[in-house]
């Protein structure tokens, strides 16, 4: 089911929120570092309000997160979110390859059924592609990847 | 003289032949790629140039550009699915074709006048920059505030659905350049006491998470099972001097076409985006035959591809004399020259011009090469592209995106930032708040409050320091122009208010705030 969303009042309340989050972290500063962020906080509170507004007064409608399976949004948010948050601790070349292949796996799930042979399969393709990557910026790029429990 | 052969020494070293080479089929690559845009493709393939000195790092990405706006046409024409934005017209005119059988005739055509329309940038570019560049020395920090607040205004005018929603971008992306280190006080703001954010949110890091992550989350929800190719015949033959007799036999059109392109791209924010779609209009309105658009007319498919390639190099007209990126793009090449200590204006192409100009020049060779690298390698990219399921390329291009950004600086903090900031991106372009505004407004940010502060501490004997930023004659017409743009959204409906009647009015009511 999709339902259409009133992205005025929506961008404008969010709108809000950021300049609630700039306001209080703006911090003890002079009046020279701070003049310029004070006028453009102003500015953007200015027209987030206004949003708020328009969008109680005529408000626009439209179908929001409605291309595609949003499951899948999430589900890609939260793989790739976990992948980088796994770097510290796994190294960068086993976390990606963990998340690589699952996020493939996951993507394809809805597509075709996984076997253990095609997961196999899929995870010696990953591998390849992950060291290609990995050998490029590490070796020949001289990019000092982060490393973890293992390497 | 001595420039000349300098620039020309430069261009004529084969390892610069072969990054202009790999650039452009890496860029058609990319662009080709439906959903997947130029800027996508500048921010994915940065990371590769950082090892290499400031030209042939400028030249790669440049090549990189001008491949994906042109690559873009491939899924236009034969999927029906803009590779980039800047190729919509191209599905107008080119699936048609394709539909009937005229697939590699499109595709020719758009080649070639990609090929034009790349040369007709680049002409420009040689043209308008020096002066313009010239005129930048007169530029003080007022007009540099005043330049920085009609580039934002002018983006957010130009911002599809929503000119409110422009501006609440371009502000957000204007608070997101005040993190970190004031240019001017010193002290840090908006760092929440994490010491990460002393640094301030790199450029690049927020252009690569803004343009990549909310188009890789599409691209997992939307799958790629639904594009329909149309299948090309690979035995057609004969076609390339017929598609250069056709280009070249509505003179007219191309110029027209190029002359809109560049006017178009020299509006910071616009890009190839809307000049396509302008050239495109201009050409029906202009047509014999205007009940034939839409349905594989060879003009409008010259008129799109011409106009949307001289904005490659033509949006790079005020990103080189004023540092203000003609399009999302230009920002990614603007963050490449800041790395290598390269500053926009006069010194460009007056201390560093065999760089420069070799640079643009380069631009000229990479719209040459397109030509060899569409025809003969074109239908081979596409068929990988085709074949390469979704479930492959989501994690590939993820996985590019996250060793790139943290090859940045080295560091972890920034891909974390990047992950967040993409997908914020692709929650407020959900609420139609577009991410070329956001981006606009952090590359802007910097340049306006310098401009600002330093005009307030300039007026300090003054009774109102801000007078200071009104006084100069370059200032108020800068500020004339910023309030035309401003209130173009609302003249413009004001005049089809005029014009229409109350029936028709009622169905554009929600365009118009």
Redesign the interface.
């Known amino acids: 089911m999709t339902r259409r969303a009133n992205t005025d009042l929506f961008a404008g309340i969010l709108g809000l929120v950021m300049v609630g989050v700039f306001w209080y972290g703006r911090g003890d500063v002079g009046h020279l570092s701070i003049m310029f962020p004070q006028a453009i906080m102003f500015l953007f509170g200015a027209f987030s309000a206004a949003l708020v507004v328009k969008g109680l007064v005529r408000p626009h409608r439209r179908s929001i997160f409605a291309e595609g399976d949003r499951g899948k949004i999430i589900g890609t948010g939260a793989i790739l979110f976990s992948w980088v948050m796994a770097i510290p601790y796994g190294g960068f070349f086993v976390s990606s390859v963990a998340g690589f292949w699952v996020l493939t796996c996951y993507l394809a799930s809805s597509h075709r059924k996984i076997t253990p042979a095609l997961a196999g399969k899929w995870l010696c393709v990953v591998l390849v592609e992950v060291t290609f990557f990995y050998l490029i910026f590490a070796k020949l790029l001289y990019v000092p990847l982060p490393t973890g429990v293992f390497f | 003289m001595e420039l000349f052969w300098k620039v020309a020494t430069d261009l004529m070293d084969p390892f610069v032949f072969l990054l202009i080479l790999g650039g452009v089929t890496a860029g058609l690559f990319v662009g080709a790629m439906p959903g997947l845009t130029a800027a996508m493709a500048l921010a994915v393939l940065l ?2 140039t ?2 290499l000195p400031p030209l042939q790092g400028l030249v790669a990405l440049g090549a990189v550009y001008m491949g994906a706006i042109y690559g873009g046409s491939f899924a236009a024409i034969l999927v029906n699915t803009p590779g980039t934005p800047s190729s919509i017209a191209t599905a107008f005119e080119g699936y048609p074709m394709a539909k009937d059988g005229r697939a590699v005739e499109a595709i020719s055509i758009a080649t070639i006048s990609s090929a034009v329309g790349g040369l007709a940038g680049v002409f420009f570019l040689l043209l308008l920059s020096p002066p313009l560049a010239r005129l930048s020395i007169k530029f003080g920090s007022a007009e540099y505030f005043w330049v920085a607040m009609l580039g934002l205004t002018l983006i957010a005018s130009l911002s599809p ?2 000119t ?2 422009g ?2 971008g371009g ?2 992306g ?2 997101l350049a ?1 993190v970190g280190v ?1 240019p ?9 006491g994490m010491p990460v954010l002393q640094g301030g949110v790199e450029m690049i890091v927020a252009l690569i998470g803004f343009f990549v ?1 909310p188009e ?3 691209m ?4 790629r ?1 639904a594009l329909a190719e149309v299948t090309m015949d690979s035995k057609e033959r004969g076609t390339f001097f017929n598609a250069v007799r056709t280009v070249f036999s509505m003179p007219v059109n191309l110029v027209r076409s190029c002359i809109i392109g560049e006017i178009v791209a020299i509006i910071p924010g616009a890009g190839g985006s809307i000049a396509n779609l302008v050239a495109y209009n201009e050409a029906k309105r202009a047509s014999k035959h205007p009940e034939l658009f839409g349905k594989g007319t060879v003009e409008g498919l010259v008129a799109s591809e011409s106009s949307n390639n001289v904005t490659v190099a033509g949006s790079m007209v005020p990103l080189l004399t004023l540092g203000i990126p003609g399009a999302p793009p230009d920002a990614v090449i603007l963050g490449v020259m800041l790395m290598h200590g390269l500053r926009p204006g006069l010194d460009l192409f007056t201390v560093s011009g065999d760089l420069t100009y070799a640079f643009i020049l380069s631009m000229g060779v990479a719209a040459v090469l397109m030509v060899p690298v569409g025809m003969l390698g074109g239908r081979l990219i596409y068929k990988v592209i085709v074949k390469t ?4 390329l ?3 291009i ?3 995106t ?2 790139g950004t ?2 940045l600086r ?1 560091s ?1 903090s920034d ?2 930032i990047m ?1 967040l900031l993409g ?1 914020i991106g ?3 372009r ?4 577009e991410s070329p505004a956001i981006v606009l407004g952090l590359i802007l ?1 910097g340049i ?2 310098v401009g ?2 330093q005009s ?2 300039r007026g300090t004997s003054l009774e109102h320091p801000w007078v200071m930023l009104f006084q100069n004659r370059l200032s108020q017409i800068i500020i004339v122009l910023m309030v035309l743009s401003f209130s173009s959204p609302y003249l413009s409906a004001g005049f089809r208010k005029f014009k229409k009647g109350p029936a028709e009015l009622l169905e554009d ?2 365009d118009v ?1």
Do not use: C, D, W
Request: glycine share 8%.
């Open positions: 990371p590769f950082f090892k659905g929503s409110l929603k501006f609440l502000s957000f204007m608070m005040s004031a001017i006080g010193g002290e840090n703001r908006f760092t929440f992550i890789l989350f599409n997992a929800a939307q799958g099972a399921p979704h479930y492959f989501v994690p590939s993820a996985l590019v996250i060793l943290y090859a080295n972890f891909v974390v992950l997908t692709f929650i407020l959900e609420l139609e708040v940010g306006a409050e600002f502060v307030i501490l009511e929600e705030e």
